[in-house]
C-alpha cells in the first residue's frame, strides 16, 4: 500500500460545498417549487439526450442541479443516499424570509425546526421527497469545542416565535433573495465505521461531532459539520440502485495541489476514481457520486459534470 505523508491527509481547511445534484422525475415541477419556495431562479440549461440538466441558484450563485430522469423509478427511504440538503444564509431575517416563503407554498412540507447550538434550521421535503434544511450559523465564538469535537444538540426552536422576531419590514421576496450557499449535505449510508473510513481517511475530513447515537459529522477548517452521515433509516444498507434522488455531493478545494493530495489518498487505499484536471470524482462504499472540483466552477462546466 502507498503511503501518504503527513500534510495529505488532510482536506484543505478552505474547503466548501457546492451545488448538489438531484435526479428529478418532474423537471418543471420541481424546477417551479425551488423558485417559489427558496427564490432560487434558473441559472442555465443543457440537453444531454433524454436528460436535461437545469442549474438553479441565487444570483450568481449554483445551489442545485436538476437532472430530469423521468424514467428512474422512485428511491426507497431506507437506502442509501440523501438525507437532506442544506441551504445557509448569512443572516436570521434571510432565513426568516425565506422559511416564510416555503411555508407558504401548499406543495412544502414542513418537517420541523431545530437550535443545534452551533445553527438554528428549519426542515422541509421537496415534493418527490428530497429533503431540505434552511438554516443560519451562530458566530463561530459562541460554539463549544470538546477537544476535537463541537458541541452539538437539537433542541426545540420555536418556528413562529423565530419569524415573529427576525421577518424584517422589507418585502420578504427581496430579503429571501439574498444570497445563500450550500453549507452542509447529509446523506444516508450502510454503517458509520465504513462511512468514516472513506469520508475522513480517504476524501480528508475531520470528524467533528461523534456522539451523536446513529450519527457522524465531518468537516473542514473548524467548521461544525460540511457532511453529516446517518443510519437511522439505512442501517445496513447495500449499494444503492438506480432511482430518483440524489445524483452526486459536490464539494469544492482551493487548488490543484489538493486535488493531487485526494488523488494519492485514493490511490493509497485503491479506491478508484476519475481526474479531468479540475475535478476528482468518485463513488462513496454505496455508490454515492461525489465531485471534489476546483473553485470557480462555471454553470456550463457544473451541467456538463
Do not use: C
Amino acid at each position: 500500500m502507498m503511503s501518504v505523508s503527513t500534510d495529505e491527509r488532510s482536506i484543505n481547511t478552505e474547503t466548501s460545498m457546492g451545488a448538489v445534484t438531484l435526479r428529478v422525475g418532474d423537471l418543471e415541477g420541481l424546477s417551479d417549487y425551488y423558485s417559489r419556495a427558496f427564490a432560487m431562479e434558473p441559472l442555465e440549461e443543457r440537453s444531454t439526450g433524454r436528460e436535461v440538466h437545469r442549474v438553479l441558484g441565487r444570483g450568481l450563485t449554483p445551489l442545485v442541479r436538476l437532472i430530469h430522469t423521468p424514467d428512474m423509478p422512485g428511491g426507497d427511504p431506507r437506502q442509501a443516499g440523501l438525507f437532506h440538503t442544506a441551504f445557509l444564509f448569512e443572516s436570521p431575517a434571510s432565513l426568516a424570509a425565506t422559511v416564510y416563503r416555503a411555508a407558504q407554498d401548499s406543495r412544502s412540507r414542513f418537517v420541523g425546526s431545530s437550535d443545534h447550538l452551533v445553527s438554528e434550521a428549519f426542515y422541509f421535503t421537496d415534493p418527490e421527497g428530497n429533503g431540505v434544511e434552511l438554516y443560519t450559523d451562530r458566530d463561530r465564538d459562541l460554539w463549544v469545542r470538546q477537544g476535537t469535537e463541537i458541541q452539538m444538540d437539537t433542541r426545540y426552536l420555536d418556528p413562529k416565535a423565530y419569524l415573529q422576531r427576525h421577518l424584517v419590514q422589507e418585502t420578504p421576496d427581496e430579503v429571501a433573495s439574498l444570497a445563500g450557499t450550500v453549507g452542509h449535505v447529509h446523506l444516508q449510508v450502510g454503517d458509520l465505521h465504513t462511512a468514516r473510513a472513506f469520508y475522513v481517511d480517504a476524501l480528508g475530513f475531520d470528524a467533528t461531532q461523534t456522539r451523536y447515537t446513529g450519527a457522524l459529522f465531518v468537516a473542514a477548517g473548524g467548521y461544525h459539520h460540511h457532511i453529516a452521515m446517518n443510519v437511522w433509516n439505512s442501517r445496513g444498507a447495500g449499494p444503492r440502485a438506480a432511482t430518483l434522488g440524489l445524483g452526486d455531493v459536490a464539494v469544492t478545494v482551493p487548488g490543484a495541489a489538493d486535488l493531487e493530495s485526494l488523488m494519492a489518498r485514493l490511490r493509497a487505499r485503491s479506491i478508484p476514481f476519475g481526474n479531468d484536471g479540475r475535478s476528482v470524482t468518485v463513488t462513496d462504499p454505496w455508490g454515492t457520486h461525489v465531485t471534489v472540483a476546483l473553485p470557480d466552477l462555471s454553470t456550463e462546466e457544473l451541467l456538463t459534470r
